[in-house]
């Protein structure tokens, strides 16, 4: 599969994110054979913005202060996970996408998660998006380290 590149990054998915994905976008077409309000469905209004966001927002400017998790995952000195960016803005309230980038050739943005309907936003909660994501970090599930991170990708799926 070629990978996609957009501004000049190429766009690399965990499997995790692409299982997702492909979920919904399968879930999406479900809904646009059998509902006129395909356009208003929750489903149909993810997608539009994760497919935004992954194509638009985050190549064009994957340092954008507007990605910037401060201290979310990790609130000790160490402060772990700092590499990781999300997008917040453009998205369904409560809904997450998490992902890394590099800025050296090949420039590359790995787009690692985005929750779902049972870890929606929800501070103090043990299904908060950030304490599941930290967890998934710390856990090992997905790649803290850019080298672990970039060998686990895969070449992102075109959407259309």
Known sequence: MDVQVVNGFELHSLEIFQEYLDSLISEVEAISKTSEALYEHPSYKLL?????????????????????????????????????????????????????????????????????????????AKTDVYAVFTKMLKNGTIPDSWAELIAESKALKDTA
């Open 48 to 124: 539009d913005c994760v497919a935004s966001a992954i194509y638009e927002y985050v190549p064009k400017d994957p340092q954008s202060r507007d990605f910037n998790l401060g201290t979310t995952l990790d609130k000790s000195k160490s402060r772990k996970f700092t590499s990781w960016k999300r997008v917040k803005k453009h998205m369904p309230a409560r809904y997450r996408l998490f992902f890394r980038f590099n800025t050296q050739q090949p420039k590359t943005i790995v787009y690692a998660w985005l929750n779902n309907e049972q870890t929606l936003r929800k501070e103090g």
